[in-house]
């Protein structure tokens, strides 16, 4: 997906991989948006909108079971695999910016209730982390920094929902903060594919890489 005759090119930095720095992040794969039986999902129904369409077939067909091989793969390797969530405290998501207020009102997004919680197929696993945030970005509200430097991770490999929101903006934030980030393109997804695709193009110019699953779970094995 790079372009070559990109000049911002010869100005992205080249780093090694290292699996023992390495931890998986998966973004807000919750029932609120990330499910075709959430409230964003019913939503669109009740509109008569196919706009979830493209959305929702690509979780089902590429985010979840690309994102099942990346934690097997992990959880083998023994590195730390971390659950992003968003959402409120409470229902009258008060201890969320009043930008995101709303739609954590409409959608019921607030712990404890079903929406958001993270859908079955990837419920975390014993000794997987969960962190709450109530920003688009993790860093902005979650103590996921500090997480990640006690755990001795420096690499992260992102997946999730949704690409060009709270996906982009966490893997920007870390990488500003020094961390080797790689979006894993097929397991990400947003509503629309221009989105999705000028996320991905946009993020290696000097943020970081974008690399499919095969090419991770190949790159990884090769140097574990």
Same mark, same amino acid.
């Given at each position: 997906?790079?372009?070559?005759?990109?000049?911002?090119?010869?100005?992205?930095?080249?780093?090694?991989?290292?699996?023992?720095?390495?931890?998986?992040?998966?973004?807000?794969?919750?029932?609120?948006?990330?499910?075709?039986?959430?409230?964003?999902?019913?939503?669109?129904?009740?509109?008569? %909108?196919?706009?979830?369409?493209?959305?929702?077939? *690509?979780?089902?067909?590429?985010?979840?079971?690309?994102?099942?091989? &990346?934690?097997? *793969?992990?959880?083998?390797?023994?590195?730390?695999? &971390?659950?992003? $969530?968003?959402?409120?405290?409470?229902?009258?998501?008060?201890?969320?910016?009043? +930008?995101?207020?709303? &739609?954590?009102?409409?959608? *019921?997004? !607030?712990?404890? %209730?079903?929406? +958001?919680?993270?859908?079955?197929?990837?419920?975390?696993?014993?000794?997987?982390?969960?962190?709450?945030?109530?920003?688009?970005?993790?860093?902005?509200?979650t103590p996921i920094d500090s997480l990640l430097r006690a755990l001795g991770?420096?690499?992260?490999?992102? $997946?999730?929902? %949704?690409?060009?929101?709270?996906?982009?903006?966490?893997?920007?934030?870390?990488?500003?903060?020094?961390? &080797?980030? $790689?979006?894993?393109?097929?397991?990400?997804?947003?509503?629309?594919?221009?989105?999705?695709?000028?996320?991905?193009?946009?993020?290696?110019?000097? !943020?970081?890489?974008?690399?499919?699953?095969?090419?991770?779970?190949?790159?990884?094995?090769? $140097?574990?």
């Amino acid at each position: 997906m790079s372009n070559p005759g990109d000049y911002i090119a010869a100005y992205t930095a080249e780093r090694s991989i290292d699996p023992a720095r390495a931890a998986l992040v998966m973004v807000d794969m919750q029932y609120a948006t990330g499910s075709r039986q959430g409230a964003l999902a019913r939503k669109l129904h009740a509109q008569g %909108s196919a706009l979830g369409d493209y959305r929702f077939k *690509r979780i089902e067909e590429s985010v979840l079971p690309n994102t099942l091989q &990346l934690r097997a *793969r992990f959880r083998a390797m023994q590195r730390p695999v &971390l659950h992003m $969530t968003i959402g409120a405290a409470h229902a009258d998501a008060l201890d969320a910016p009043v +930008h995101m207020r709303k &739609l954590f009102i409409e959608f *019921r997004n !607030f712990v404890g %209730s079903r929406e +958001h919680e993270i859908v079955d197929e990837l419920k975390p696993l014993q000794g997987e982390y969960v962190l709450r945030k109530t920003t688009i970005g993790a860093f902005a509200s979650t103590p996921i920094d500090s997480l990640l430097r006690a755990l001795g991770c420096e690499q992260l490999y992102m $997946t999730g929902v %949704s690409t060009n929101m709270c996906v982009e903006t966490t893997a920007r934030e870390a990488a500003d903060r020094g961390y &080797l980030v $790689t979006l894993v393109e097929d397991a990400c997804a947003t509503t629309h594919e221009d989105l999705h695709q000028t996320t991905m193009r946009n993020f290696q110019r000097l !943020f970081g890489r974008v690399r499919a699953t095969g090419e991770v779970l190949a790159e990884l094995a090769t $140097t574990s």
